[in-house]
């Protein structure tokens, strides 16, 4: 026999590899995994894991998962996996702005993963790249915009905004005679997430590049200052190609007036993008889309669903007002993966960051197929009605005061008691003391694990804060919450009067 005989001989599928790939296995452990997912939501949804939150420290987690080879099964695993992560569907999950998705939604998941097209051509993934294509249509028709609408998904709010400002650049900048003496920005508020100044950074537009626009008491992108701005960038010799409308801000959860940053942009022929990656989720609200009002302006729109629209992460919607805009991002020849430069809608990878991409459509679809579109509405209503309710409990309390009244499901507050004043910090009422106590709270609140809230600094001031996106989540919850917060100051001050 010769030799390569003998190497074609052995080049077969090992009896091990074989048995990882067995259909049977995967029925057997994929039952077992879903039974064991199917308990951690009963328990979860219903408060009653011991916590929402189990803290532990990066080297001890480190230590942890350092080993390849654990001595248990995949099955305790994954439980450990569990055990070990935030619980977003337990009620008392009101950490950041994810939100806990649908069931259905991270079975869709699962139906990607093992299906594993590329989706960057139409070949690897024709059933997600129309999926793709008409929720991105659904999107601009609910959103106001123009016909010509359309767009796909893409990994993240963050790449979705780098993606628009490219476009944006694109379309807008028109460099003068000596293109390294053009300089470019974009005008955005003060309060926006900071991803959209990081985009500005990639573009190599620097620190001149992004011209933060202020903002007012509701933390509102103040308007009335983009002429005068638009002007004294034009005088120092900068072409502003875009404005950014945030709908919502990160920290407060402020709309920006999109109706005036849309005319602003058309009387003044520059870009309009809508960072609604959060609050782009009031558009499936009857009660609280009137909050978007003016995205019929946008050029570009970028919005997640993994936030307040009940996907796992990662789904995020790209949509442009004139869908052959989006061509405008990207312009490379890839032989091996187009024929031609015409525009394909089916193509994505001629629009997107991404060559490989997850089927990601497929998790919103199956929302829409499963529950329609009004099961959106129910949740997003609630969220941002449970976010005026526990305001209105903060209201009611002497000894917790709001940042500002909210308009979405984010809730920003803090700690103000005078009483227990024995505790150092509450015996002196510096801004500095005042943002000690709030800061040990919420790291209180996180040791202790049964709750999980964030904290964000609003012009000096430190406040807890609390994104709504659990709809098992009460009033109840909430004043628990507070309830916990004053034991805890209680605590702290007898701790150190015994200390
Ligand atoms: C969350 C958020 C982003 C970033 O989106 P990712 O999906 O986390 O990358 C951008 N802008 C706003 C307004 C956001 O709320």
Known sequence: MSNSASNF?????????????????FRKNGHAVVDMLADYLD????????????GQCPEDSAKQWQDFAPTETTLEMFQKVLDDSVAV???????????????????SGLVADVLNNGMGVYEMGMPGNSMELAIAKMLGDRFGMPKSAG?????GGSLGNLTAMLAARSCKSHPCNEPTQSKFAVMVSDQAHYCVERSVHIMGWGAEGIIKVPTDDQFRMRTDALGGLLAEAKSRGIQVVAVVGSVCSTSTGSYDDLESIGKFCQQNDLWFHVDAAHGGAAIFS????????????????????????????????????????????????????????DEEWYMLSKRTFECTKSMMALKVYSTLANDGIELLDDYVTLVHDLAKSFAAIIDQSDDFELAIQPESNILCFRYVSSENADY???????????NRLNAELRQAVIDDGTFYIVQTNLRGKNYLRCTITNPFTTAETFESLLVQMRMLVVEKASSQSDG
């Not at 009002?293 to 007002?321: E, Y």
């Not at 509450?426 to 003391?433: I, M, P, Q």
């Open 9 to 25: 001989h052995e080049s077969r599928i090992s009896e091990r590899l074989e048995q990882a790939f067995s259909a049977e296995e």
């Open 43 to 54: 328990l979860a949804q219903n408060g009653k894991r011991p916590q929402t939150f189990p």
């Open 89 to 107: 569907h337990d009620r008392r999950f009101m950490g950041h702005q994810i939100n806990p998705p649908l069931p259905i939604s991270s079975l």
């Open 151 to 155: 767009g796909f998904f893409t990994s």
């Open 286 to 341: 009857k009660k609280y889309r009137s909050l978007l009002d003016g995205t019929k302006l946008a050029d570009s729109i970028v919005l997640d669903f993994h936030k307040v629209l009940l996907s796992p992460a990662i789904a995020t919607a790209v949509v442009f007002a004139n869908s052959s805009d989006a061509y405008r991002t990207f312009s490379h020849k890839a032989e091996y993966l187009w024929a031609n430069q």
């Open 424 to 434: 150092e910090p509450l015996g002196n009422d510096s801004v500095e003391s005042g």
